[in-house]
């Protein structure tokens, strides 16, 4: 069965910097999407940037960018300028192949805190 | 934009009480699908449809657990017979057909059981 791993419950970032959060999972698939998911206190889950494993390009959308480590199975986000706003908890998930159900698996998420 | 609405965001109810909970994607999605989330843990996949056929359901999802999509649009999740252990967020999310297509959150439905 495909598990996601999320080693880091909580990080911190102070506002402007840098931060990576960390992503492992296991498949026996060669075709699949990952996502990662922003949830703040008390609201709805947000996708913030996915990529597809047949892609080799790292996904961008802004400020937050990925490294996609195939062979490793390794799916890192990176939040570049961190702001107040990015504070929230941060899922990452996996989905299978075209033609399964399409449900999502997330792991266990990290807490992101920005200091000012 | 209207995005995935979900009703009524908090519920309050004694253990054995029946419960259901409402669930309204994007108008144009196909697919919808229910989580349910506890503290600290990321949401776990409970059951989906496409249109008005549930194609999947989770192990999770016992028997006093039902979940219908009668006419392909909204949907309802509804818990018999409550326990202790019910107690979570139960999230719904709604996509397009399409392999790549992402699912967009509603807000949630919190179950307290007392």
């Known amino acids: 069965a495909q598990t996601v791993t999320q080693s880091q419950p909580e990080m911190s970032v102070q506002e402007a910097e840098t931060v990576t959060l960390s992503c492992t999972y296991d498949t026996s698939e060669s075709d699949y999407y990952l996502f990662w998911y922003k949830q703040p206190p008390s609201r709805q889950m947000i996708l913030v940037i996915r990529q597809e494993a047949y892609k080799q390009q790292n996904a961008t959308e802004n400020r937050f960018s990925v490294n996609f480590q195939k062979a490793a199975k390794s799916f890192s986000l990176k939040i570049s300028d961190s702001q107040l706003g990015d504070a929230a908890m941060y899922f990452c998930a996996y989905r299978g192949p075209g033609g399964s159900q399409g449900n999502l698996i997330f792991g266990k998420g990290t807490k992101l805190s920005v200091k000012p | 934009d209207t995005g995935v609405s979900q009703d009524p965001r908090h519920k309050i109810t004694k253990r054995g009480q029946n419960v259901t909970f409402r669930c309204d994607p994007i108008s144009e999605h196909n697919r919808l699908y229910w989580y349910r989330q506890t503290l600290g843990q990321g949401p776990e996949f409970l059951t989906y449809f496409q249109n008005e056929a549930q194609l999947e359901k989770s192990r999770l999802l016992s028997d006093r657990f039902s979940a219908e999509r009668p006419k392909g649009s909204f949907s309802t999740l509804e818990i018999q017979r409550t326990e202790q252990g019910d107690s979570a967020m139960y999230l719904c999310?709604?996509?397009?057909?399409?392999?790549?297509?992402?699912?967009?959150f509603g807000d949630g439905t919190r179950l307290s059981i007392l």
């Open positions: 999310a709604s996509s397009s057909i399409g392999t790549n297509q992402p699912q967009h």
